[in-house]
């Protein structure tokens, strides 16, 4: 198995998942100090969540994958510095 044909997440695909976390959290707090009161603000606060929850589940499921994927190719490298310490010392 080569390393080269696990699939990570792309820097482009990261850098929007973290954008888009950012975005939701200073929408939300924005929406929080600024908007007046009302069925509006109401709105806004229910688009907001949704999509705040939205870029959560996003982001750690990218993070996540990002994870495995480098534990992946570390067990491989490691055991393939194992095979050739082992053929090696025989």
């Known amino acids: 198995m080569d390393p080269n044909d696990i699939q990570s ?5 990261l850098f929007y998942v973290k954008a888009a976390f950012v975005i939701a959290l200073v929408a939300m707090g924005s929406g929080i100090l600024f908007m007046p009161g009302g069925l509006m603000v109401q709105g806004y606060f229910a688009l907001c969540s949704l999509f705040l929850v939205s870029a959560t589940i996003t982001l750690s499921k990218t993070l996540r994958d990002d994870h495995e994927a480098r534990r992946l190719i570390n067990r491989i490298n490691d055991a393939r510095t194992s095979r050739m310490l082992q053929e090696y010392s025989e």
């Open 9 to 13: 997440s792309s820097t482009g695909w």
